[in-house]
């Protein structure tokens, strides 16, 4: 299983990003997605979590209202578009695939990718 995340960059707060992830070597749709995030010092820290079909949602607080997750099952890609970026933000985010959605919390993810880095600074 390889998970691949892009889109990481240096942007001005307010700004927007887009974070993509490629998943390869498993049946995409059979899989839950997330998007976690650590920052430097800081514990690994669940974002977002979206079901198998993508119906379904979940956002922690900090970031509600203004990240949308969403998925392209025929692309076996997950997004992450992050608006009103914040310094906050900055994190290496990563992708995840597990097998159960909850749909309060992200937990049980099997598969990590390697990460992209966010940077909000201005």
């Known amino acids: 299983v390889q998970l691949v995340e892009s889109g990481g960059g240096l942007v001005q707060p307010g700004e927007s990003l887009r974070l993509s992830c490629a998943a390869s070597?498993?049946?995409?749709?059979?899989?839950?997605m997330g998007w976690f995030r650590q920052a430097p010092g800081k514990g690994r820290e669940e974002v977002s979590c979206i079901s198998w079909s993508g119906s379904s949602t979940y956002y922690a607080g900090s970031v509600k209202g203004r990240f949308t997750i969403s998925r392209d099952n025929a692309k076996n890609t997950l997004y992450l578009q992050m608006n009103s970026l914040k310094p906050e933000d900055t994190a290496m985010y990563y992708c995840?695939?597990?097998?159960?959605?909850?749909?309060?919390?992200?937990?049980?993810?099997?598969?990590w990718g390697q990460g992209t880095q966010v940077t909000v600074s201005s």
């Open positions: 995840a695939a597990g097998r159960t959605f909850f749909g309060n919390t992200c937990a049980g993810f099997t598969y």
């Open positions: 070597g498993l049946t995409f749709d059979d899989y839950v």
